[in-house]
Structure formats: C-alpha cells, structure tokens
C-alpha cells in the first residue's frame, strides 16, 4: 500500500509516458488517468470526460462497471482492482514504539534531577580516599567500618536508581496501553463507517474501507463521500466542498454540468449515483494527505523540510479552483491549535492545584536542603573547629549529596505527578465502560463536561421516540379515519393516486423488508417517515415495488428534495402522453396552504378555499397533533402537454395543488425515556425538547415524556414566535431578551437549525444564573451541526445520525436513546468524584511526607523516610491509588444531587477537613514514635546515625506505621461527601481490593526482606501489629472528624477553583474571540474523513502524552512558554519551577485540543 502512494506520486507529473503502456491489468483507464480526471472540474472535467470515453457510460465500460447493476460482487475482481487502483484506506503514522514511551518518562525532571544524584552518591561510593581512616575528617566517618559497611555504600544509589526505573516502566506502559486503547476506539469508528454501493443490482451497505475503483455508490444528504467519483445520475445534488477549497457556497452537481465529487466533501442536498474513480491516497484528500505527511513514513524526513515547501507544494497539487489553495494547511495547522471550546473545566482546576503544590514543594525541598548543609557546616567547621583537608572532600561531598537527595526526595513526594494519571485513567476508564452503555465517547473531556451539564437540548424524534413510525389516523376522501381504512372502503382513483404519490414521491433506498425473525416487525430502510408511508400502502394490500419498478429512479423528471427549509418533496414524472405530474408529500400546515383543490368522496376535484382549510386546520389536524402524531399532507398536480413549465421556478411550480390525503403518523415514546427524565430533573438538569414538528405534537410528546408537567409555569414556543421574542427592531438577537425566554422555555416546535443554534449559543452565553450553564445537545441532521459544535456536549446519534453531524459531536449515542445520556451524566460525576477522591488521598500524603521529611531533615539532619522508601510511598500514592481510586464504578446517588458548577473548587471544604484531619493524626504519631518511640518499643535510636549506618529498626517501624496509615486512610478516601459507611460498595471494585491486599503484601516483602536497600530492618510480630493497630486507628478517626460539622469550620478555605476571568491571559482571550465564528466556519468545513480518523487520535495522544509527560521539560516550556511568562515573572525563579509550571500547563494545551 505504501509503495502505491509513493509510485502514485512519483509518475504523477509525467502522465506522457504512461499513456502509451499497455492498459493497466485488462482495465480501460490506468490510475494516472484516472488521478489527472480528478484534478479537473466543471465544463472542463465534462470536456475531458467526452473527449476520453464518450460519457459516464464509456467510463463506466472502461472500468468494466454497470451503472445499474454495479460490479458483480465477486473476490478476485475486487482485489484485482484493489492491487491496480489502491484500497480506500490512508495509512496511519506508527504508534509510538515501547521504548520512546521509555524516553519520554524519562524526561520527567525531577527523575533527572534524582538519576543525577544517584549516579553521584554511586561514584563517590567507589571513591575510597587514603585518609578515610585519619581522625581528621571528624566523626563523620565513624560507624561507617561497622560489619564491613564501607562496601555497602553503592546500596543507596543503586536502589534509586532501580525504583527511578520501576516508575518509568509502569508510566511508559501505561501510555502505551492507552495508546492501545485509542487505537482500538479508532478501529472500530471506522469499522462502523459504511456506505450504499450496488453490487449485482443489490443494494449492499459495505465497510468504506472495502470500497474500489469502478464501484457503484449511492450518495443521499448528509452523507461524507468516502473516495472520488464521477456522478452519473443526480437529484438535485449540492455538495458542501468546503473541506477542500474552503469556500462555504454549497457547489451544486449534475451529470450534465459539474459531475465531479471528491472524498471528504458533504452531500448537503439531494441524492445521486456515483462510479467510484480513485480511492485511499490516490483520491484527492489522501493526495493532500499524502503531501502533509500522514502518509506514514516520510514523515520524519519531510519535518524538516515541511516548513519551506509546505505551502507551495499544496499549491502545485491543490487542483481546486480555489485562491485559497494554500491555505489549506494552515488551516489544519491552525485547527490543530485552536481549541475546539474552552479548555475542560477540570483540568483548568487541577492545572492550577498542581502548580500552586508544585511550588509549595520546591520551597519546602530548597529549604530542606540549605538547612541540612548550613548544620553540617557550622557543626563540623564551626563548632568543632576542623579544617577542610583535601582527603576528606569526599567524604564531605558524599555528605552534601546525600542532603541533596533527601531535598530531592521530598520534592518527589511534594510534586502530585499522580495527578494526571489520576485524570487519564478515570478518563480512559470510564469511557472503556462508557462503550458498554452505548456512549462512543470521541472526545475525553466531553465525559466529565457531561458531569457538570445543567441543560440538554434533546430531540424529539428517535431520541425521545422509538424511531419506528406508523400511520394511524388518516383523512381520505372527506372521511376521517381513526384507523387503516379498508381498501374497499376508498374510491379506486384516490387508492391508486395515493399509491403512486407516496412509492414515487419518497427516497428509493427507502423501503419495507420481511422481518428477521418470524412474528416480528418488518424492518425498516431509510427515512422513517417515509417507512411510515410505505407501510401505509402495504396496511391498504397494495405494493409499491411494482409502482417503483415501472418507474425507475433514472426515468423521475426532476425532484425537489427535501430540506430543512422546504420541509416537503415533490417529484416531476412525465406521463405516458407528454404530460407531467406533480407528487408533493411535507407538513401538513404548510403543504395545505399550497392546495387549492382537494380529492372528495368520489376521486373528483373540489374547491379548496382558506376557509376550509382553517376548518381542516381546526378538525382535523390539531386533533391528531394533540393526540402526539405528525400530521403530513400528500398532494399532486397535473400540467398539460406542450409548453414545458420553468422547473426552476420552485414556488411557482410546487403550487396550485390538489390535496391527496392528510396523514397522522404516531411515533411513540420510548417506555424508559420518562424515567430517565424524571432521573435528570431529579439531578438538576433541565430538559427541553427542540424539535421540527407542529407544536401541538410536541406538546402532547413533551408531556408523555414528563418534560412539562401541569401546574408547571412553561413556555412552548415555535421557532418563529421565538425568533420575534429574542429579536430587536433590526432582526439582531439580543442576549438580554433571550434570557426572559430561555429560563422557562421546554419545548421549542417548528423550529429550523439556526433556531437550535441560537438557544444553544444563548443559554450558554447567559450570565443571568449565579453559574454558567452547561450545555448538551443531541442531533442527528446535517442541519444540526452547529449546534453540536456549539454545546458543551454534543451527542450524535449513531444510528439515525448523518456523517456531519457525528462529525461535529463530542459522543455518538449507539443505541439512539436518551437514557444513554443519563449514564453519560452519571459517569461524567463519577470521574469528577474520582478526581476529588484521589486529590484527598494524596494531599493528605503529601502534607505529613514533606512536614515529616522537613522537620525530620531539620532536627535530626537525616530524614526519617529514606529516599526510596519516599520513592515507594510516592508509587503507592500515585499510581496504585489512582488505578484504585479513579476505577470506583458510578452509582444512582450520584443523580441525586446537583451538578457542580462550573467554578466549584475541586476541594471542598468537607474534604479540606478531611485532609487537614486525618494530616493531624499521622503528624502525632510519626513525631511521636520519632522522638519516644525508642522508649516505646524498647529499642536503640535510629536518630543522629552516621552515613552508611545499617538500617535501624526505629526507622523501620516509623516508615511501615507511615505506608499503614496510607493504607487505611485509602479506605477512607472513597467517601468525599462526609458519609459515614466507608465500605459502601467496595466488593463492586475488584481493582480497589487487589490493589490495597497487593500493596500490603509488598510492604511485607519490603520491611521483611528489604535490608539496606530499603533501608528496613525485620520487625516482630508484636511491633508488626501496633503497626496496624495504629494504621486501623486512621478509621477510627475518620468517623471522629466526620462527626464534626464542616459548617462550623469557617475557617477552612476551600482550594483549586477554576481559573479566574481576571487570570485569562491574554493570548486566552484572543483565542476565546475567535473561538465564536471558528465554531461557525469549523462547521462548514466538515472534516474530512480521514482527518477525523488521524486527528481524532492524535489529539487523543496529545492529550494523554502531554497528561502523563506532567513536568515534561523540553516539551511543556515549547509549548506554552507564552503562559509561563504570564503566569510568573520567570526571571527571578530557578529553573525547577519552571519545571513545576511547565508540568501543570501543557495540560491546558492539550486539554483544550481534545
């Protein structure tokens, strides 16, 4: 496959000698034609096409094709094609192998910082000086010849070394089961891309991947064309090609005038046929792919050279007539760097936590250090009056290095590297479990936006309804028919007319299979409304399959589409004598207003005046719209041989028509959206309906659902009474008339997709609450794009929905149903309650390790926890805790309170108390077992031991009291509200018991068998059990301060708000400026396919790397440098913090791409 894109390219400009080769593999055309084809458009592209092959058909020929009955379906033929012309398939770049990731952790600085000092305290180790032995040096060399131990200083270094090797491993493995992860989330998106072809006359949906040169696709509105291809019959066809050229005018084709489509473009309007001309790198996105370098492995090679040629090779190879050309790659560029919308809430939170502890630890280590050095000094030269000889400098530097790493251990321990870990893995947790509720989560942030959703905008049809539509009522020659008539009961020239209008007059992919199983329903093809109508003729023991056959789809005049504006479709024939007929079917109250005759009892025409519409209006029709169905009015007009009417008159032409049929069509709720919602309105999230129907229709629906209860003051608007209300004299919307409306506003009928747009964008830019509200939409239309961009959280739905709109949602619903929302909510609190959870566990770690570590260092200028032993608490805080923590499965209570809001501080000051609570009683303990506890346990002192003095168990037992009371306090992390019952469901999380036990049972292994590199000597089971015994105590005192109410505590202050608006800097604004109309454009610009596969995870990837790289260096200062000098006047720090900065902002970077 690569060796094809590559001899793609490199004949590509010399299409001279490849005329004269023999046709490639028995076809007509070679792949060099067929490429140079594409570049064309317009009259030339028609030009070329006659000029080469006659027509479509020739072409068609050449490629051995039918444009009815497609390609036979046979294998070899297929792979034939796929070996002459490509596969439809762009390579994607290498994963990034195991050992990158391995280099990447590495650059973590303080790893740096302390694999430096390892080394150095390993090489002074092996330096043993002659005047070890003289007296000269002081009593600092004393102890040191105990049991041979001058041999044993390697110990230490090495051990570091190997725990700085552990953490690397675990966080490179860790990325790289994630980048597993999002591969396989990217697989099977593009597995469930398919697309209509017709193989031997059957219409077959196939993988988009399998699609080959010559086949027969069918596109229809909303589709994103999968590969180039040259249309050969078209219904009133627009193609939104600004993915390509960047113009946003809808490009209008016909066979006959532009017949030219390209991969990655939208169909906006009408349907078609195409024959497949270039697929995968040979089609004009995959050509611009090739160029920007996703095609794999020039990758590297070009990076260098990308910046000067760029532009100008996108212009040699940009066949579009376009000025803006060139810009192309600007424009991925660009949208690559502007954020989709804001930068999640969370990691602006947590960004900003991890900087301000970041900075406290670094002090704390500063300090740390230059008093252990200051001591050392003044006791040593000072107080005892020695001289420095050159003999001891080592001795003396082993000294200062060991103070070194223990400043450096407690700025390990005071840095929260687990925090984005933490993050990533309840994100990637629970968008796996996510799949299981039918939620394909496309973007990680979206998940826990959802949490904090105070608003969704939801559909009305498939979503709150089942999608499975049938006609009920119908209003039939003067007769209104409370259900299916009997044939026999309807006139035949109203039965046939009828048939005719609703076979002809609808999408002919639409259609009414056998069901699957036997007894169950038929199934269902294509548009539902349309399926509805089928089933009508099909209940009145008719068929429209053979009305369809006498009129095949290429034999239809000209057909007017249907469209969000027109909200009908109409459909010319030309009949037998030279005459043409008119089908029309769309809403009734419009529709109506265009009829001027209607059909009576007898088949025969009467007089259709505005006053019997209105009585029509009145008894018939908001019956039925009050009873929930959807009324649609089927019409027809004949107009007389001779004189062709001006078909592109629409309003003229669909006009003076002749009223069929009114039909009520019933769509009904789905049995568990009323509990869902009912669920959502328990949780503090509003509902409201935005739906296309007559409002009395949604009305009756919205009730059923239970989004408007009687005795509710409400609003049901339709689009255009809510257009007038939040409009000024000028037609301009104004923000503050909006927000009378929106506040009380459930249901909004009638409405067009701008209408959507406006009341997503309106509540969403309201400051009339005390917090921002949060927005999710879901949609499924083209039209409903901008919306979906627009909100928070846009859902898509996967099985009605059109490639557009998926395109521009942050999850795809599989299953279609509202209720999936539900448990997005559920799952978006739970990983904000994880977070919360994790940062109360660790807090309180890394408040008593640095307090302990400082004044340990400080009084008896040795820190009581080892730099491994550090190094091991880290490990269980960080990375265990947060797989144990962040993996805590989400329950129904977590419905029962309100969202969170968007500036709610991650540490609430429950969990403040908590901290600061149980920080106090691991603060006594430790200090006291430090300073009596040799009293205690009846055991020598481990305080004041010289360098390289064996493990004593006095240190022993204060490290193993320390990781026990982690242990407990873990259990006591799982509950952040001040519930009382810890355990509540611990059994429900496996990962949380194995990884308590497991940490136990290694703090066994360590203290037991650890010896000098551990720094741990063996305990006995009786100082073993009062080790437990005080670790237990942490629940014990948990109860205690959850008995003390938070309300009384005012002193505590709450910590990690969201960044404040004075605190966006500048370069945040501009991007927020043009955040607006970028939505808008983005829109427009539909994604190309490709693009969405390889962007969607390489932002993935950025995100997670940029995550888990949480003091990447090199990277981070790269990337937001801007900020850092914003954030703090860098000059006057020293270069850790900026480290420290550095590490909490790419973050924001990288959380704003996903």
């Known amino acids: 496959m690569g060796d094809m894109a590559n001899s793609a390219i490199e004949f590509y400009p010399k299409p001279q000698q490849q005329r004269e080769a023999p046709h490639a593999g028995g076809f007509g055309c070679t792949l060099a034609e067929l490429r140079s084809l594409m570049e064309l458009r317009g009259a030339e592209a028609l030009q070329k096409v006659q000029e080469a092959y006659g027509d479509v058909g020739g072409l068609c020929r050449r490629l051995k094709t039918s444009p009815t009955e497609g390609l036979a379906d046979n294998a070899t033929d297929l792979d034939k094609r796929r070996q002459i012309y490509g596969q439809n398939f762009i390579p994607p770049k290498q994963p990034k192998t195991f050992l990158q990731l391995v280099w990447e952790a590495l650059q973590d600085v303080t790893l740096i910082i302390l694999e430096v000092a390892a080394i150095v ?159 995968g790198v040979n089609s004009q996105t995959g050509i611009i792919f090739t160029l920007l370098g996703a095609g794999g492995e020039e990758e590297e090679k070009k990076e260098k050279k ?53 900075k406290a630890g670094l002090v704390m280590s500063a300090i740390t250090v230059i008093i252990l050095v200051l001591y050392f000094v003044i006791e040593t030269f000072v107080v005892q009056g020695r001289l420095w000889l050159a003999e001891c400098t080592p001795v003396y530097v082993q000294y200062f290095v060991k103070f070194f790493i223990i400043g450096v251990t407690v700025l390990v321990v005071a840095v929260p590297e687990g925090l984005p870990l933490a993050v990533t893995i309840s994100l990637a947790y629970s968008v796996k479990k996510m799949m299981k509720d ?139 004598d030279g005459s043409f007929r008119l089908f029309s079917k769309g809403a009734s109250e419009i529709l109506l207003k265009k009829c001027s005759n209607i059909l009576n009892s007898n088949g025969e025409l009467r007089i259709f005046r505005p006053r019997d519409r209105d009585e029509m209006v009145k008894k018939i029709i908001e019956p039925m719209a009050c009873d929930g169905l959807r009324t649609i009015c089927i019409a027809y007009r004949d107009f007389p041989a001779g004189q062709e009417p001006a078909w592109d008159h629409e309003n003229v032409i669909v006009g003076d028509l002749t009223c069929i049929a009114v039909v009520g069509i019933e769509d009904p709720v789905r049995p568990e959206v009323p509990e869902a919602i009912r669920k959502c309105q328990r949780a503090g999230i509003t509902v409201r309906m935005v739906t296309g129907d007559n409002i009395n229709t949604a009305r009756a629906i919205a009730a059923k659902c239970g989004i408007i209860q009687p005795g509710e003051d409400f609003l049901c608007l339709e689009g255009k009474e809510f257009n007038r209300r939040i409009r000024n004299e000028k037609g301009e919307i104004e923000q503050e008339r909006l927000d009378k409306v929106w506040p009380k506003l ?75 929302i539900v448990k997005a909510v559920m799952w978006g609190r739970n990983v904000y309650d994880s977070i919360s959870k994790f940062l109360q566990f660790q807090l309180t770690v890394n408040v008593v390790a640095v307090i302990v570590a400082f004044t340990g260092a400080c009084i008896t200028q040795d820190s009581p926890l080892k730099a491994v032993q550090m190094l091991w608490v880290n490990l269980i805080m960080d990375t265990f805790a947060s797989l144990a923590l962040a993996t805590e499965p989400p329950t129904e209570s977590l419905l029962l309170r309100k969202p969170y809001g968007r500036d709610k501080p991650l540490i609430s000051r429950t969990m403040m108390k908590n901290i600061l609570g149980h920080a106090v009683y691991q603060l006594t303990i430790i200090f006291t077992l430090l300073f009596v506890g040799e009293l205690f346990f009846d055991i020598d002192s481990g305080r004041n031991a010289p360098l390289h003095s064996p493990p004593s168990e006095h240190y022993t037992i204060i490290f193993n009291t320390f990781v026990m009371m982690q242990l407990f306090n873990e259990i006591n992390a799982r509950k952040i509200h001040g519930e009382r019952n810890v355990f509540d469901g611990i059994f429900r999380n496996p990962i949380f018991c ?108 950025e995100v997670v790397s940029t995550f888990k790289r949480s003091a990447s260096f090199q990277g981070a200062l790269r990337r937001r440098s801007s900020v850092l000098s914003q954030l703090h006047d860098v000059t006057n720090l020293s270069t850790p913090t900026h480290v420290i900065l550095s590490a909490a902002n790419p973050t924001s970077a990288a959380g704003s791409e996903s």
């Open 994 to 1101: 194995t990884i308590v036990l497991g940490t136990f049972a290694i703090q066994i292994v360590i203290v037991q068998f650890g010896g000098k590199p551990f720094s741990c000597s063996p305990l006995s089971t009786e100082q073993w059990l009062w080790c437990l015994f005080v670790g237990f105590g942490e629940l014990v005192w948990g109860q205690v301060i959850a008995t003390i109410p938070t309300s009384r505590l005012k002193c505590l202050k709450e910590a990690g708000h969201g960044p404040g608006k004075d605190e966006m800097t500048d370069e945040e604004l501009a991007e927020g400026e043009e955040e607006i109309d970028h939505a808008e454009r983005e829109l427009r610009r539909g994604q190309i396919l490709w693009f969405r596969g390889l962007n969607r995870i390489q932002t993935q990837m």
């Open 121 to 279: 305290s390993l090489g002074l180790s092996f330096y043993a000086p002659p005047g070890e032995e003289s007296e000269a040096c002081g009593n600092v060399a004393a102890g040191a010849e105990d049991e041979g131990e001058a041999e044993a200083g390697w110990i230490e270094g090495a051990a570091i070394l190997l725990s700085v090797i552990c953490v690397v491993l675990v966080t490179a493995f860790n990325d790289w089961s994630k980048e597993k992860q999002f591969r396989g989330l990217q697989s099977r998106i593009e597995q469930e891309q398919k697309f209509t072809v017709i193989r031997n006359g059957q219409l077959l949906q196939v993988p988009v991947a399998t699609l080959v040169v010559g086949d027969i696709a069918q596109v229809k509105y909303g589709d994103l064309l999968p590969a180039d291809g040259v249309l050969i019959q078209g219904n009133d066809l627009k193609i939104d090609e600004s993915s390509l050229t960047g113009e946003s005018d809808h490009v209008r084709k016909a066979a006959d005038k532009d017949p030219m489509l390209l991969s990655g473009t939208h169909v906006m309007e009408g349907s078609g046929r195409m024959v497949v001309t270039a697929v």
């Open 746 to 820: 459930r249901v909004l009928a009638r409405s067009s997709p701008t209408d959507k747009h406006t009341l997503v964008k309106g509540i969403i830019d309201s400051t009339t609450g005390e917090q921002r509200q949060v927005v999710a939409v879901t949609g499924d239309g083209t039209n409903d794009g901008p919306a979906l961009k627009k909100a928070d959280v846009g859902f898509a739905m996967g099985i009605a929905g059109t490639d557009v709109a998926k395109e521009a949602s942050d999850i795809i619903l599989t299953d279609d149903n509202f209720t999936s």
């Open 438 to 576: 039918n939620n394909l989560v496309r973007h990680l942030d979206a998940c826990e936006t959802m949490g904090n959703a105070t608003a969704i905008c939801s559909d009305k049809t498939g979503t709150l309804t089942t999608n499975r539509m049938t006609v009920v009522q119908s209003y039939l020659g003067d007769t209104h028919y409370k259900e299916v008539p009997a044939p026999t009961a309807l006139t035949p020239k109203i039965l046939d007319l009828l048939v005719h209008a609703i076979s002809i007059n609808s999408a002919y992919t639409t259609k009414i299979l056998p069901p699957e199983k036997e007894g169950g329903l038929p199934r269902q093809v294509g548009n539902k409304t349309e399926c509805a109508l089928l089933g009508f003729i099909l209940d009145l023991q008719r068929d429209f399959q053979p009305v369809r056959e006498q009129m095949p789809e290429d034999k239809l005049y000209k057909v007017y589409t249907f469209n969000s504006v027109r909200k009908s479709m109409s459909t010319v024939i030309r009949m037998p």
């Open 306 to 358: 990308a910046k000067k040629q760029d532009g100008a090779v996108a212009m040699e190879m940009q066949p579009l007539k376009s000025a803006e050309g060139g810009e192309l790659e600007e424009r991925e560029k660009k949208k690559a760097s502007v954020p989709k919308k804001e930068k999640s809430v969370l990691q602006g939170k947590l960004t900003k936590l991890a900087v301000q502890i970041g």
